[in-house]
């Protein structure tokens, strides 16, 4: 079965910094790889997907993510960090109808 | 947007008691599925639905564990018999097909004491 793999489980940067969230994923076909945040006492929201086309995309709130396949990754960015993205990250991996979770990544962003 | 409602945001039960935790996933979507977050641990999957019947489980998703589609519209979980272990944070999804991400619900925090 597939599985992600989350690198860090918590991420500090400085407000206007680059955040970089790392995930690895392990998957016997071609993956649908997912980005979601889920915020203090709330649920899980999609931040960005990637299925087929273009490695690099790009999600809500400037986020964005490339899928490598040689380095079976899928890291998160963003350019310029700001108070409001902190939050848990949940990288998944889907085959089928199967979706994973990563362990999450709690990013914190200091004034 | 359409949404994925979740009703209750909380519930407490007693240990051994039945619980029922109610989804109205979105209207035209055919793929649902219960997630479950214990207090700051991982999401694990629990079960996948699609036309009407179970399309996968997870080893946690054992007898203790039911999923129903009542009436088109809701899509429930039951725990028979509560264990203090299932207190977690219980998501469901929704999704119109394989190609698409998941809408989540806003989850039903549930407390077994």
């Known amino acids: 079965a597939q599985s992600v793999t989350q690198l860090g489980s918590h991420v500090s940067v400085s407000e206007g910094a680059l955040v970089l969230l790392r995930c690895n994923y392990s998957s016997s076909v071609p993956p649908y790889l997912f980005w979601y945040v889920q915020y203090p006492n709330q649920g899980l929201q999609l931040l960005l997907k990637y299925t087929t086309g273009a490695t690099l995309v790009k999600g809500i709130n400037g986020f964005e993510a490339e899928f490598k396949k040689s380095e079976t990754s899928f890291h998160l960015t963003k350019p310029s960090a700001h108070m409001s993205d902190a939050a848990e990250y949940f990288c998944?991996?889907?085959?089928?109808?199967?979706?994973?979770f990563g362990a999450g990544t709690r990013l914190t962003v200091k004034p | 947007e359409p949404e994925v409602t979740q009703t209750p945001s909380h519930q407490v039960t007693q240990m051994g008691q039945e619980v029922i935790l109610r989804c109205v996933p979105i209207s035209n979507h055919l793929y649902f599925y219960w997630y479950r977050q214990i207090l700051g641990q991982k999401v694990e999957f629990l079960v996948s639905?699609?036309?009407?019947?179970?399309?996968?489980k997870s080893e946690i998703f054992d007898d203790q564990f039911s999923v129903e589609r009542p009436d088109g519209s809701n899509f429930t979980l039951k725990i028979r018999s509560t264990k203090l272990e299932d207190s977690a944070m219980y998501f469901c999804?929704?999704?119109?097909?394989?190609?698409?991400?998941?809408?989540f619900g806003s989850g039903t925090r549930l407390t077994v004491v």
């Open positions: 999804a929704s999704s119109p097909g394989q190609n698409y991400g998941y809408t």
């Open positions: 998944a991996v889907r085959v089928n109808n199967d979706m994973r």
């Open positions: 639905f699609y036309n009407n019947e179970i399309s996968e």
